[in-house]
């Protein structure tokens, strides 16, 4: 605290300044020394003319302020006396005092956003730089509130918000998100942390004049986007408003409007919170003290000033009750002067009653905040429903604390807005906290009670379903925010479930887990339901509480109660609820007050005129301009509407005099819906009661039609767009509504919310439209790359863990999991054989994978031999739900989606060394014909994807304790393996899981703040829309958009089907018409509680308690859908309906006797437990024979409908109904038909049982649905004496079906061909079998075409046997032999085929021929007697062609003299497999063939395996060939870390401190390096658990043996000095193994003569010594010597470009050198060209992906870069030698025989060679393409040499020589230096016998050859003269023995001569 003398010293705020005398420098502000006492004026908005000021501040007595004399203490007006300020108040609590942290953060815990503001500004103001003010306005606000509210503990402030206790009956205050954090994570999101981008793109961002100006007049939500978007702007502009007036207005303005916002709640907090740290409010108080000393009269700018500062803190207060004392002492100032102008008249009447209404809203507040200390009256509430959290607290679901609920008010007015909105909202929670609190609260006693064997059984009759053992699978991110994938134990009853038709966890259902019997738990929502991820017990949840820690619910196991109430639809209704204030809700004196005389709506006045001819001519369609197509871009309509001469009666009407309307007649109605239009269209509360048929939606649509041909009458003049709101309570209602509009209407129509199935509204969906916006579009993409950027980051972390869930990890990734002791002994222990080339993973071994996939194998293809029929589809209320509730996202979401999580998982999977995965684990068959195994493929695919998931995910983990006890991990069994597998897996994923959490924050913010930009651009949309279409449950959650756009007229379908809340929470304040549509006699609201519709009436409607109290109403009366017979039984509930004529003429059902008709049964029903649900299967099976029966009168499939009133019913009767039989009947429950029709429909009513219940069926609302669907027909099958024994309604229904002959125990059928037959009376399914094809049991017995009779049963369809198959035998003649046909007659006669001898003429062989066939044109099938050249005979048939490849066997020579037997057509191809085994350079026997080493030419790389140890350690996997870089994960690992690289990149030094010290000395240096301590020796002073002294060193790992309890292991003799007693010993803890210290210290001084580079091993078990600190000087050393070498070895980007631009620069790589050749190869068009082609294709294809390889490798080394080029020069040469062959050769001889084809065809075999392979070239290999090139340079040569011989004409004379030069030359055998000599001397002697001047062979220039710098093959060595140091020469020797002769220093390489290899050296 400071002093008094420091805070005398204190300055008044000098933020206005003068414009005319300027302000200070900032030197001058610094320079505070030397400052006088500022004298200058006071400004005007501070300068009083009163001789006394309101407010002062604390100083001493005599000091002057800028601001002129202030009094030390004011008296304020008005106000009590508690409430005055003085000067000692201000000095004891002015800078004591601090304001409370922000919404509700914990104040004890950290520093709130004012302390640290606090703290920053008191720098400044001891720096000089501005003076402390927020203090003196803190002081005002803590006197106004007194010191009651704060803590006890701390001086912080307590919140202002309700101070009730948490939880009193049973409901506990909203909590609202900390935004402390928030804030905080706003300031970091602009001031650099992680985006730069954003940062500079900030800084260019000014909120000036301009800005500000142009944001007023615009959307509330889009002001509140542009404020919050840059919160540094935000932040100057603040500054800025503090020491500028005007500007300060300006911005008092912008907000105001943007305070009237109500769909960004979000951001209004992040908002709230930058004006506080901001000093806004402080600001605001200064300009008010300024105005109360302003005498003149207030002019309009202070008096709109003033009306923005009331908006402004109304709108706060309002939305955040807890920041009042923010905003007291403005509300104090703005009292005073309101109260002084107003006894001065000074003030206009407009600004009193809003300065009113924050009084009462203040006051109201204020008394809330009183603890509730008196007694519960009755019927009084105790506490304010708009504090409640929607979801329950824990005393709610435990049962401790008791709802209060009241009745709804059915008849009768309630109080108030505040009476009515309790009730509904206290009904509506309770209809979803009821069956959870109820259902836990009898868990639990069944639990505690004493029969434990009745426990299961007594749980499954429970209200709620309970889950065992549920557990945390993974994370998920998706559209809701961060999720989790939960995980069932799949009990055997979990197995049992029928998730296709079970109602379990389906989308939005409400779920509360626990691990401690619900004392404390986890509310969650289920937000996925995959079929196939929940049949194997996986569903994905989004927790409510906002505050749950990934922590929390990791790795435990829940208990989980799954509540039957559809959690979603309740969420945005309830919370809508709490938003209405008095005067939000319209329709107050009817929907409250149930006023009855209704008047017009407002927008009517009297002589109102509205044109009624769209309602005439009924096919006119409505034009209407267009704006949604281009948001705010009118599109005018096209006028071209042609009304009849009729209609002109009907164009001008005055509406309200309904006497001046057209006749009924006109307007296409009659009587009662006549009355009912013109209700609707002049009463701006109406309500039409639609029984079934009567047309309500005809109706619906004939008003919507009026009115928006009219709009411009209710539209007004202020030219506002007001869209009409269409509600329903379901999509298909909706859709259905809205496909009825667009008929007739062409302008905007919106449809707004869940998944639409209608196509015809396909572009009427509001993504289509988010497309169409512009600069609020690019809000929410910037929003949404926010967002993106946090999603990606946990979308990683989630799918790494979700991989690590569900495939195997490598060993070498789980290393550190494991531990050294465990990972060599998964390693060294293992006794099988391995092939070491390949990155083998010994965990796929250990875990028997194999073993898992031949069991998956099996099940495959038994699942596939155990196909089940498919059945038709069905559909439930549980699917319209799961289908039609799913929220809508943004179209973003799946865009390439299953693209970016395929790559996302291939990324992983690297990253992560995942060694085996159901992917990599099949291959998929793409061969069409190989179905089966495809579809196996799949099976099994599916199988063992879920037997992994299954074994990784099971909760038997072992424990860490049980896991250091195991020694051999390959002696385990099985479950053991998993079990501990599954330990090393969860520590896996804990790290993970660390990682989200640290994300989770910004993530979960960045998506409000999306959410929001979504909803304020969602809002732009509707404003353009003239209809706009929702559900009532996305009008809930739109109600804050609504409320802004202010639909002027709202018409509710199915209005009697909602429960009341669902429809007030749609209605707006600018609601001025409202029209309810629906039939309360049908279905009516369904609550979850039965309790609540019975005790409290919650089932009645907001439509039908209207009508109960006496509000006048429509009812329609002449019904259109039924026959007469059928809707005699729906008069039974409606008395007056009558009947139209058209239903009078409909035509009677075919096959049946009647049209009607109720078969009556007794057989039980059967109840399925699990959905609690009824079928009767012989119901079931008498619906689908019914059915089937009617097909076969002709009926469509589309024109029948089967119902039935309970879910299991709809499943038993679909196992009936196969679905090739019947698909497109439509089989579903009664409540999903609401509002549809057919011409037949099938009534299963299931109930029959011997306890006498009928259940609903004694409801007469879902009576009257069920009998009203039919058109035609109607059958209905029952138990009708139980139902009429328990239902009067039930009762009159069968007395009279009884008395008209409807009524029976089975259906006669009546056969349509034989009407005079006694009819099949039908009691059991089994019966329709005697109608087998719907006639009788008589034969057709009608000639058909073909003149046999019909042999089918007497069948209705196909009559005239136009599409009949005759199936009797065929009697044609078909020859002349008198063969008859043998097929079936309706099969078409061919052409003879019955088999006969006959005599081919060609060959005069005897065959069997087919009748039909001429004898000379069958081919014959006798042998060929034909020899062939070969000298062998024909193998093929006599008619066929011979044979072209002779296969017999033949003893044969190859060139090379080696003998074999092959096929004789086989000669020309066949290639020596004789074995090479020559001696290579390497010394290895060559393991190619004759062939493949071209007769010893170019022998293959050698294959055998290197098994050289390299620097790291690791052994070479490769060939023998020049090592590459160990591809092993690197083992380089510290006590802070390991590295993550492979071991032959070189690694990154740990830059931690060395962390070796102990009691006597310790390390300086940095961890990577060589320690700078010598080893402490002396003893360890720690005590193992065995309570013995340790026997290790001071400061080191305590060894884990003990020398007393351990005796023989630590005394066991290994090098001597065991056994002494004051021996100490070494823990290795790379290998675990316990060295004697002496013997190690010697052992790792050694030094090698030879000076090698490598890493000293453990003694015991040459386990490589990398964490041992008291060796770590040796160890860093040596490391940093392998790190030297590795830079060495590797390649880097530089030389692949050199290698690149080398390869690239060759001619024939650019295809130049192709063009110019293309008249040389014309010569030897077939073979040759073609071969030339497709090498040079070849060649460039090959070095483009090699190059292109090279540069994605991240590991490569110079040598495997320079073997590359290598090839590239071999491979140039061998292709421009055989160019030049085929070109010398045809200049002289013109024709190519054998010996040059075959030279010619070997390079290209050498360049296919070349190009097959990317491994490194041997030196074998060079010098054999080397020596094989040469013998074609010396062949190019004599051919020059031949033709110039033959110019001379001396050819003849040389023709021995030539002969002689050619043998030589195209030797099979190897072209050697001797050979080339002995050439050189024929050449010779023919140049000294012909004497012809240049004749000889010029020396071709030789092959050069590219070397490395040096290659990476054996050890590595450091100079022995040179220390350590960073210049100690570091060089590799080559390993074979050549090293030892002379080494020649050339341009700074050092090369070995004998084999001319390079080696490397760092420095001279």
């Known amino acids: 605290m400071e002093s008094e003398k420091d805070r005398s010293n204190t300055r008044p705020p000098e933020k206005f300044k003068d414009k005319k005398r300027g302000s200070q420098t900032r030197g001058d502000r610094n320079d505070s020394k030397e400052r006088k006492p500022d004298t200058t004026e006071t400004p005007r908005h501070f300068k009083s003319e009163r001789t006394t000021q309101p407010v002062g501040f604390a100083r001493k007595q005599g000091q002057r ?279 001065e008249d000074r003030v206009v009447d407009e600004i009193v009653p809003m300065y009113q209404d924050l009084v009462e809203h203040k006051n109201k507040l204020e008394k809330e905040q009183k603890t509730y200390s008196g007694r519960k009256e009755r019927q009084k509430p105790p506490d304010d429903f708009r504090q409640y959290s929607v979801c329950p607290s824990p005393s709610e679901i435990t049962g401790t604390a008791r709802p209060f609920l009241r009745r709804n008010k059915v008849e009768g007015e309630y109080d108030d807005l505040d009476h009515y909105l309790d009730v509904q909202f206290r009904l509506l929670r309770e209809d979803f906290v009821g069956p959870l609190r109820e259902g836990i609260t009898e868990y639990i006693k069944i639990k505690t009670s004493k029969k434990p064997n009745q426990d299961e059984k007594s749980i499954r009759k429970l209200n709620i379903k309970i889950y065992e053992n549920v557990s945390v699978h993974t994370p998920v991110v998706t559209e809701h925010g961060l999720c989790y994938k939960m995980k069932l134990e799949m009990s055997n009853f979990i197995k049992r479930v029928n998730w296709s038709v079970s109602k379990r966890l389906m989308y939005g259902s409400l779920v509360c887990l626990t691990d401690n019997d619900f004392n404390s738990f986890y509310l969650a929502t289920v937000v996925g339901r995959d079929e196939e991820d929940i049949r194997n017990g996986f569903f994905i949840v989004h927790f409510e509480q906002e505050d749950v820690k990934t922590y929390e619910v990791l790795h435990k196991i829940f208990r989980m109660a799954e509540t039957s109430a559809y959690f979603e639809s309740y969420r945005h209704v309830l919370s809508s609820m709490q938003t209405f204030r008095q005067g939000d809700l319209p329709f107050e004196k009817y929907i409250i007050y149930c006023d009855r005389n209704v008047e017009a709506p407002a927008y009517l006045k009297p002589g109102s005129t509205y044109d009624l001819r769209p309602l005439v001519d009924q096919d006119i369609e409505l034009q209407s301009e267009r704006r949604l197509q281009t948001i705010g871009t009118r599109i005018p309509a096209v006028a071209n509407n042609r009304f009849s001469s009729t209609s002109t009666e009907a164009k001008c009407v005055n509406i309200l005099n309904k006497k001046g309307w057209p006749s009924k007649e006109l307007l296409h109605l009659d009587e009662s819906q006549y009355d009912a239009v013109q209700t609707a269209l002049t009463s701006e509360f109406s309500i039409i009661q639609g029984p079934p048929g009567t047309g309500k939606t005809y109706i619906g649509l004939q008003i919507v039609k009026a009115l928006l041909h009219n709009k411009s009458v209710w539209l007004g003049s202020d030219h506002r767009i007001r869209p009409m709101l269409v509600v329903c309570y379901t999509n298909h209602a909706l859709d259905q509504f809205l496909e009825g509009i667009a008929k007739y209407f062409k302008g905007d129509i919106l449809r707004v919310g869940g998944r639409s199935d209608s196509m015809v509204l396909k572009n009427c969906n509001l993504k289509h439209y988010r497309k169409c916006l512009g600069k609020l579009q690019m809000s929410r993409k910037q929003a949404r790359e926010e967002l993106d950027q946090h999603s990606d980051e946990l979308r990683e972390l989630a799918k790494t863990i979700e991989i690590y869930q569900t495939e195997i990890v490598g060993e070498r990734f789980l290393r550190e999991e494991m531990g050294p002791r465990l990972y060599n002994s998964l390693v060294q222990d293992f006794r099988g054989n391995i092939d070491r080339r390949k990155r083998y993973s010994y965990i796929i071994k250990w875990l028997g994978i194999k073993r898992i996939e031949e069991i998956s194998r099996q099940q495959a293809e038994q699942a596939y031999e155990t196909k089940t029929e498919e059945f038709v589809n069905v559909e439930d209320n549980t699917k319209q739900r799961q289908r039609h509730m799913v929220t809508e996202t943004d179209e973003e979401d799946a865009t390439n989606a299953p693209e970016k999580e395929q790559e996302l998982l291939q990324k992983i999977r690297r990253r992560a060394g995942i060694v085996f995965s159901v992917e990599h684990g099949i291959q998929s068959k793409k061969d069409k014909n190989k179905k089966k195994e495809n579809l196996i493929q799949q099976i099994f695919n599916r199988i063992l994807k879920t037997t992994l998931e299954r074994k990784i995910s099971d909760n038997d983990i072992m424990g860490q304790d049980e896991a250091d006890y195991i020694q051999d991990v390959w002696r385990l069994d099985h479950n053991t393996k998993w079990r501990m597998y599954r330990m090393w897996i969860q520590n896996l994923c804990i790290k993970e899981y660390n990682k989200i959490e640290a994300r989770r924050t910004r993530f979960e913010l960045a998506s409000e703040r999306y959410r929001e ?461 004789h074995p090479c085994e020559a001696i290579l350079k390497c010394e290895h026997i060559c393991s190619g063939t004759c062939s493949t080493c071209f007769s010893g030419k170019v022998h293959l790389p050698c294959r055998h395996e290197c098994k050289r140890i390299l620097v790291c350690g690791h052994a070479c996997n490769d060939y023998c060939n020049s090592c590459p870089p160990c591809t092993e994960y690197c083992e380089n690992r510290c006590v802070h870390s390991k590295c993550n690289k492979s071991c032959g990149e070189p690694c990154v030094p740990c830059q931690e401190q060395c962390s070796w010290k102990c009691w006597h000395y310790k390390c300086n240096r940095l961890c990577s390096q060589p320690c700078d301590r010598p080893r402490c020796n002396k003893a360890c002073k720690k005590r193992l658990k065995c309570k013995h002294s340790c026997i290790g060193f001071c400061g080191e790992p305590c060894p884990n043996l003990c020398r007393i309890c351990n005796k023989e292991k630590v005394t066991e003799i290994v090098f001597g000095y065991e056994d002494n007693s004051n021996a100490r010993f070494v823990l290795l803890e790379d290998c675990m193994h316990v060295i004697e210290s002496r013997a190690l210290d010697k052992y790792m001084q050694m030094k090698d003569e030879s000076n090698s580079i490598q890493l000293k091993g453990c003694p015991l078990c040459k386990t490589t010594i990398r964490k041992c600190l008291r060796y770590g000087k040796i160890v860093n050393q040596a490391l940093e010597d392998v790190e030297r070498v590795k830079q060495q070895m590797i390649g880097n980007n530089g030389i692949i470009d050199r290698v690149s631009r080398r390869i690239k620069e060759n001619p024939i790589f650019s295809g130049t050198f192709y063009t110019n050749r293309i008249r040389i190869m014309r010569m030897a068009r077939s073979r040759i060209s073609t071969l030339d082609r497709y090498n040079i294709c070849e060649y460039q294809d090959y070095f483009e992906s090699s190059l292109t390889a090279f540069k994605k490798a991240r590991l490569f080394t110079e040598t495997q870069l320079l073997s590359l080029e290598n090839r590239h020069r071999i491979a140039k040469a061998v292709i421009e030698l055989r160019c030049n062959i085929k070109e010398n050769y045809a200049k002289v001889n013109g024709k190519m025989f054998n010996g040059e084809k075959e030279m010619v065809i070997l390079t290209s075999e050498f360049v296919e060679r070349l190009t097959k392979n990317l491994g490194v070239l041997s030196e074998q290999e060079i010098e054999d393409f080397t020596r094989e090139i040469q013998r074609g340079n010396v062949y190019v040569q004599f051919l020059k040499m031949k033709r110039a011989i033959k110019s001379a004409g001396k050819d003849k004379e040389a023709t021995d020589d030539f002969q002689k030069v050619e043998s030589l030359i195209l030797d099979v055998q190897r072209f050697t230096e001797e050979r080339e000599t002995e050439i050189d001397s024929v050449i010779n002697h023919l140049k000294d016998l012909l004497k012809i001047e240049g004749l000889g062979i010029t020396e071709e220039e030789r092959l050069e050859i590219v070397k490395a710098v040096g290659l990476s093959k054996g050890h590595w060595f450091k100079c022995a003269k040179s220390k350590y140091s960073v210049n100690a020469l570091i060089f590799h020797v080559c390993t074979r023995s050549c090293w030892l002769d002379a080494l020649v220093k050339l341009h700074d390489k050092i090369i070995c001569f004998k084999c001319i290899n390079t080696l490397k050296h760092l420095t001279s």
Not at 1391 to 1409: A, F, G, L, N
């Open 65 to 343: 302020s800028s601001h002129g004399a202030r009094p030390k203490s004011v008296t304020y007006q008005n106000r009590p006396a508690d409430n005055s300020i003085s000067s000692q108040n201000q000095k004891n609590d002015i800078f004591r005092r601090r304001p409370r942290t922000a919404f509700g953060a914990n104040e004890n815990n950290f520093k709130t956003n004012s302390d640290i503001r606090n703290e920053d500004q008191g720098n400044n103001w001891r720096n000089g730089k501005f003076p402390r003010r927020q203090n003196t306005f803190q002081n005002i606000a803590d006197d106004n509130f007194g010191r009651s509210h704060r803590s006890p503990v701390s001086d912080t402030h307590l919140s202002f918000g309700n101070p009730i206790s948490d939880e009193i009956n049973g409901c506990r205050p909203k909590v609202r998100p900390n935004t402390g954090m928030q804030s905080q994570y706003s300031r970091d999101r602009y001031s650099g942390w992680n985006n730069e981008k954003e940062v500079q793109k900030g800084r260019q961002m000014v909120i000036g004049f301009p800005f500000l100006k142009n944001l007023i007049g615009k959307d509330p939500g889009y002001i509140i986007l542009e404020l919050t978007k840059n919160k540094s702007a935000l932040k100057d502009c603040l500054k800025r408003a503090s020491e500028n007036q005007e500007f300060l207005e300006v911005f008092l303005q912008a907000l105001s409007e943007a305070y009237l916002s109500r769909t960004t709640p979000g951001l209004m907090i992040e908002l709230f919170d930058s004006l506080k740290e901001g000093n806004f409010f402080d600001s605001v108080v200064f300009l008010l003290i300024d105005v109360m000393g302003n005498g003149k009269e207030i002019d309009s700018p202070v008096k709109q000033m003033l009306k923005n500062i009331l908006v402004i803190i109304n709108g706060q207060i309002t939305r955040n009750p807890s920041s009042l004392f923010v905003v007291s002492r403005a509300c104090t100032l703005l009292g005073q002067i309101i109260d002084g102008l107003s006894k």
């Open 1013 to 1473: 930009a979504m909803m304020q651009e969602d809002k732009e949309i509707m404003k353009q829309a003239s209809v706009i279409g929702m559900t009532t449950s996305c009008a809930a959650r739109y109600q804050a958009v609504l409320r802004d756009i202010g639909p002027r007229i709202i018409i509710v379908e199915e209005a009697a089907e909602v429960l009341e809340a669902h429809i007030v929470t749609t209605l707006s304040k600018g609601c001025e018409h409202l029209i309810l549509i629906g039939d309360h006699k049908q279905l009516r609201p369904n609550p979850t509680v039965y309790r609540l519709a019975i005790k409290y009436r919650l089932d009645v409607s907001l439509f039908e308690r209207m009508i109960k109290n006496k509000m006048e109403f429509n009812c329609l009366k002449l019904q259109h859908r039924m026959r007469p017979e059928i809707s005699c039984l729906v008069k039974h509930i409606y008395p007056d309906l009558l009947d139209d004529g058209s239903v009078k003429s409909y035509p009677n059902v075919k096959g049946v006797s009647t049209n009607i008709f109720l078969v009556n049964h007794e057989s039980e029903e059967k109840i399925d437990e699990d959905i609690k649900s009824y079928s009767n299967p012989l119901e079931a099976q008498y619906a689908a024979q019914l059915c089937q029966y009617l097909l076969l009168q002709g009926y469509q499939r589309h024109e029948i409908t089967i119902l039935t009133t309970y879910t299991g019913q709809l499943m038993c009767i679909r196992k009936f109904m196969p679905k090739a039989q019947f698909e497109g009947v439509k089989v579903t429950v009664v409540d999903n038909f609401q509002g549809e029709e057919n011409k037949i429909i099938i009534l299963s009513l299931v109930r029959s049982n011997k306890i006498e219940k009928i259940g609903f069926l004694k409801t007469e609302n879902r009576i009257c649905v069920a009998l009203s669907r039919a058109k035609y027909g109607f059958y209905v099958l029952g138990n009708f004496n139980q139902l009429a024994a328990y239902s009067t309604l039930w009762k009159r229904i069968t007395d009279e079906m009884k008395e008209n002959g409807c009524f029976g125990n089975g259906l006669k059928l009546c056969c349509q061909n034989h009407p005079q037959d006694n009819a099949i009376v039908a009691v059991e399914p089994g019966d329709f079998k005697k109608a087998p094809e719907g006639g009788c049991q008589k034969y057709c017995d009608i000639r058909l075409k073909c003149g046999h009779v019909c042999k089918r049963y007497c069948h209705v369809l196909d009559r005239a046997h136009e599409t009949n198959t005759c199936v009797e035998p065929c009697t044609k003649i078909l020859c002349d032999n008198g063969h008859k046909c043998p097929h079936r007659c309706f099969v078409k006669c061919g052409p003879c085929q019955v088999p006969m001898d006959k005599t081919i003429p060609i060959c005069e062989h005897q065959q069997i021929v087919p009748c039909s066939v001429n004898p000379l044109k069958f081919s014959c099938r006798a042998p060929c007697e034909h020899i062939l050249d070969c000298g062998h005979q024909c193998d093929k048939a006599c008619g066929d062609a011979h044979t072209s490849h002779c296969k017999a066997t033949i003893d044969f020579t190859f060139p090379c003299g080696h003998n074999s037997v092959i096929l004789c057509g086989d000669t020309e191809v066949a290639k020596c497999q």
